[in-house]
């Protein structure tokens, strides 16, 4: 949302907007000169909008929302905007249930460092330009294309890449079939003559159509393309991709994660794919910065780390814990994760507590429900009652905090997709106080 709001600030339209809650996020749009409010107050609410734009994360019920439909304004989904965006010009569309955000960054900021060229529509922000958008007079967009209420199906790719298809947005899909479906219904968009990246070994990917077909794997060689020969060095990972057209070697990957690897390895197949030459490649990854809130270091040095995560599905904990294990090997971890929706809470709390008892030590916070209403029986102790770990508990933030001062962890992941962030600046000052004391 923020991305379409940047994209019309540059076209010179008057943009104004609601949120739950302040965020780092929405203070750069109000530094930015957006004006944004969060209270649901009709009195707040322009009157003079040409278009309303929403996420589904927004309740049907509130009541902004619904004053704007009953006065029959223009009302419209943040996938009607990329759709309507996105009709006349090539298009690079990255999905996955995992893995995307990440993957999109890294494309749109391949083709940018090269030279190539891009617009570039993101669900994070690229810490080498600290935004999430960004206009080229080139007619190229890259943009994220997200399943959730299928609202990747309005995109028309050029070249599509799917991360994953583990089953997720239960509420939305009912099974996990249909959401390899919807996936399935997003190939098939690709425009003819056009090409589809996908991780090897997807379910149903023998359904999975396209002119050009790449499969990519973090080291599996019967995939298209894949890595060999990794190394750590000095923080980095060193690799070689390989394909059976080219070859690359000594990519440097300056940016934790062992997943992050895979990442790379299905961005530099589109990079290849679109003719960019070996050396700006090499180069343009070497000064990739990552992905706010994607493995993103908020404390590194010899005492402590504090590393911050998006990570919100079973999958992707599994992931962040698997890349935090490859550069800190057995040192001791206290993970701190806050589940995303009751309803993902509950038809995942399996994979969940199987992810979690990855870790050392583990606090997890309060669900946060976003749009939903609390479901009976759902709550942060269905987790700790499913994992094996002992070494666990519930904590409210303060309480977590609090914990923070006694213990002084020197290794702490935080992960989850609500509000957690604006805890990850007071950990880190606790931490830092701590090993000064």
């Not at 294309?145 to 070249?159: G, M, Q």
Request: hydrophobic share 40%; net charge negative.
């Amino acid at each position: 949302m923020s991305a379409l709001a940047r994209y019309f600030v540059s076209k010179g339209v008057s943009v104004s907007g609601y949120d739950k809650t302040s965020t780092p996020l929405t203070r750069e749009l109000e530094a930015a000169g957006i004006p944004i409010h969060y209270q649901e107050d009709l009195a707040l609410a322009p009157t003079d909008a040409d278009v309303i734009v929403y996420t589904p994360a927004i309740p049907a019920s509130h009541i902004e929302l619904v004053y704007y439909r009953e006065k029959k304004y223009t009302v419209v989904k943040r996938s009607d905007v990329l759709q309507w965006i996105t009709e006349s010009s090539f298009n690079i569309c990255v999905a996955g249930t995992h893995g995307k955000t990440t993957v999109t960054s890294m494309i749109a900021h391949l083709l940018r460092h090269s030279g190539y060229g891009c617009n570039a529509f993101l669900g994070g922000i690229a810490a080498n330009y600290q935004t999430n958008f960004w206009s080229n007079e080139r007619n190229v967009v890259v943009v994220e294309a997200d399943e959730y209420d299928r609202s990747f199906l309005k995109l028309v790719p050029d070249i599509a890449l799917i991360t994953a298809m583990d089953p997720d947005h239960l509420d939305i899909y009912g099974t996990a079939e249909e959401v390899e479906n919807a996936f399935v219904q997003f190939s098939a968009k690709v425009k003819t003559g056009g090409c589809l990246v996908t991780k090897y070994g997807l379910r149903r990917s023998d359904a999975l159509q396209a002119d050009h077909h790449f499969t990519y794997d973090y080291n599996n060689t019967a995939a298209d393309v894949f890595s060999t020969g990794l190394s750590i060095q000095d923080g980095s990972y060193v690799f070689t991709i390989r394909s059976k057209e080219w070859e690359i070697s000594n990519i440097v990957l300056p940016m934790g994660g062992l997943h992050n690897v895979e990442n790379c390895i299905a961005a530099i197949t589109v990079a290849k794919y679109l003719g960019i030459d070996d050396a700006k490649i090499k180069a343009a990854i070497a000064d990739f910065k990552g992905v706010r809130r994607r493995f993103e270091y908020i404390l590194k040095d010899k005492k402590q780390v504090l590393i911050d995560d998006y990570a919100h599905h079973p999958e992707e904990l599994k992931a962040l814990i698997n890349g935090v294990r490859s550069i800190y090997g057995d040192q001791k971890m206290v993970l701190v994760f806050q589940p995303h929706l009751f309803s993902r809470t509950k038809d995942l709390a399996d994979a969940f507590a199987e992810s979690l008892d990855m870790a050392d030590e583990v606090i997890i916070l309060p669900i946060y429900p976003a749009r939903e209403q609390p479901i009976a029986g759902v709550s942060s102790e269905l987790l700790v009652n499913r994992m094996q770990n002992t070494h666990k508990q519930v904590l409210d933030k303060d309480a977590m905090k609090l914990w923070m001062k006694s213990h002084h962890p020197g290794l702490v992941v935080m992960a989850g997709a609500g509000d957690i962030d604006a805890l990850v600046q007071p950990v880190k000052e606790i931490l830092i106080q701590s090993s000064h004391a």
